[in-house]
């Protein structure tokens, strides 16, 4: 369990800052380079020296385990019903229920606020977006 929960950790952080790189790019027509992304990946692990951090990891399991969840409950095939007219809405809609479902999870487990760290890491992933637009 410990080992699970060391993996997730890191899988889930680190997966929050690449979701906000991500995100931040789309909203400011900035694709951030490989060595502002590692200067954001060295910033939180500087902030937070207790968690592990993986550039790569894109899903965890408990992200993947509330979607699953949600498809099984049958709240998915509700949402796709009212949203079926708008594809970009209903991935939107679905994207904002996990994450909010899988935080709640991770807060539980990790007995940490995922708000602290989204804080932390949005002011990192916007310090990259300037830095490189004013170099650019």
């Not at 979607?67 to 007219?85: C, D, F, T, V, W």
């Amino acid at each position: 369990l410990f080992c699970w929960m060391s993996q997730e950790r890191t899988s889930y952080v680190s997966s929050m800052i690449n979701r906000s790189i991500d995100e931040m790019a789309i909203h400011n027509g900035v694709v951030l380079t490989s060595d502002n992304k590692k200067n954001i990946f060295a910033a939180i692990e500087k902030k937070f020296p207790d968690i592990k951090l993986d550039e790569k990891s894109a899903q965890t399991s408990i992200s993947h385990t509330a979607l699953n969840e949600i498809a099984s409950s049958g709240l998915r095939a509700k949402i796709l019903k009212r949203y079926s007219s708008d594809m970009d809405l209903f991935n939107t809609q679905m994207k904002d229920l996990t994450n909010l479902v899988s935080s709640s999870v991770y807060d539980k487990i990790f007995n940490e606020s995922t708000k602290v760290l989204q804080i932390e890491i949005s002011a990192e992933v916007l310090k990259a977006v300037y830095r490189q637009s004013n170099t650019n």
